[in-house]
């Protein structure tokens, strides 16, 4: 079992800056391929950024690239996502998850463990 915390969600403005982090338990963390998902109201849940078990790969949503980094830190069980020039349509609960794979699924379905969700809200 693997229990995933993320933090670091808030209220900011466009252009801002948010890091968000996600802190894992319970499983060998550097077996996991990490994800980051988010889901505004009435969208389904998208994967946002994904990075590999041994952190050598990584992928971005189009709409995201140049502007987010998701990186791992394995030695103390946290993945985390860097926000930057953050746009009003960044809108969303931001969730962490864990796949049991080398390198990160696009797809929801694939991942077995999920955090709670952090919001982010940015104001035009």
């Known amino acids: 079992q693997v229990q995933l915390v993320e933090a670091g969600g808030g209220l900011v403005q466009t252009g801002d800056s948010l890091r968000l982090a996600c802190a894992a338990s319970?499983?060998?963390?550097?077996?996991?391929?990490m994800g980051w998902f988010r889901q505004a109201p009435g969208k389904e849940r998208q994967l946002v950024a994904g990075i590999s078990a041994n952190d050598n790969g990584a992928y971005y949503a189009g709409s995201v690239k140049g502007r987010f980094t998701i990186s791992r830190d394995n030695a103390k069980n946290t993945v985390y996502l860097q926000m930057n020039s953050l746009k009003p349509e960044d809108t969303a609960v931001y969730y962490c998850?864990?796949?049991?794979?080398?390198?990160?699924?696009?797809?929801?379905?694939?991942?077995?463990?999920w955090g709670q969700g952090t919001q982010v809200t940015v104001s035009s």
């Open positions: 319970g499983r060998t963390f550097g077996s996991d391929a």
């Open positions: 998850a864990a796949a049991r794979y080398l390198y990160s699924p696009r797809q929801v379905g694939e991942y077995a463990y």
